[in-house]
């Protein structure tokens, strides 16, 4: 198992360029989430899916846009990308957060927004 | 306001001593989980957690629900034990903490 796999790992916009961070899991986990690593803030939520077809928002949403047609991939757009958004993204997956299921994290991305 | 709160925020220790990380939480869980990142690399999951203690090689967690709070030990520390360590729970989603930075000095 490749568990989460996360691409790319570094990645340079400019101010209002686009982009889609890609997420995919291979453990057939329900629930995926994207997070946001500040320093001193640790791991913010960004958006999060219980399972294909179903997303919801979490904690700090605005900017970005996020999909999951299939169990296994979990996409998230920058929509207009702004130096706000310079940050470590990380991914992850999880059989069941209500059950307390153990997350899986991919390796990361490191943006920068200029 | 933070659902979960580590201590210290950072920590120096030398190699061989015995380290404790502390997390309190607010909110009713269903697990406590103990992750594991290193400099310019990815999390790990070191524990997860609902009651009592586990151990795994040098490392021990425990929790006390009615407290709501739990510990992270490392016996006989060492220079690659050098990471951040975050306590997070899971309630109706995920809480973090801001993480403990440990040096580990040779």
């Known amino acids: 198992n490749a568990g989460v796999t996360q691409t790319p790992k570094f990645q340079v916009l400019k101010t209002g360029q686009s982009m889609t961070l890609q997420c995919a899991q291979d453990m057939n986990h329900e629930y995926m989430s994207w997070y946001r690593q500040d320093p001193g803030m640790g791991l913010r939520l960004i958006h999060y899916s219980v399972g294909a077809g179903i997303t919801d928002q979490g904690e700090v949403p605005n900017g970005y846009n996020v999909s999951r047609s299939t169990t296994e991939d979990f996409p998230l757009r920058l929509l207009s990308a702004a130096p706000s958004q310079t940050s470590v993204y990380f991914c992850?997956?999880?059989?069941?957060?209500?059950?307390?299921?153990?997350?899986?994290f991919g390796p990361g991305t490191r943006l920068t927004v200029l | 306001k933070n659902e979960v709160e580590q201590s210290p925020q950072n920590l120096t220790a030398q190699e061989g001593e015995f380290i404790t990380i502390n997390c309190s939480y607010s909110?009713?869980?269903?697990?406590l989980h103990w992750l594991q990142q290193h400099p310019g690399g990815g999390i790990v999951s070191l524990f997860m957690?609902?009651?009592g203690k586990k151990k795994h090689g040098r490392l021990i967690a425990t929790i006390n629900i009615q407290e709501k709070h739990s510990s992270l030990h490392i016996t006989a520390s060492h220079p690659r034990d050098s990471a951040v360590y975050i306590c997070a729970v899971t309630g109706n989603q995920f809480y973090f903490g801001t993480g403990t930075s440990l040096t580990v000095i040779p």
């Open positions: 909110v009713g869980i269903s697990a």
């Open positions: 957690l609902s009651s």
């Open positions: 992850a997956s999880s059989y069941s957060p209500s059950g307390g299921g153990e997350q899986f």
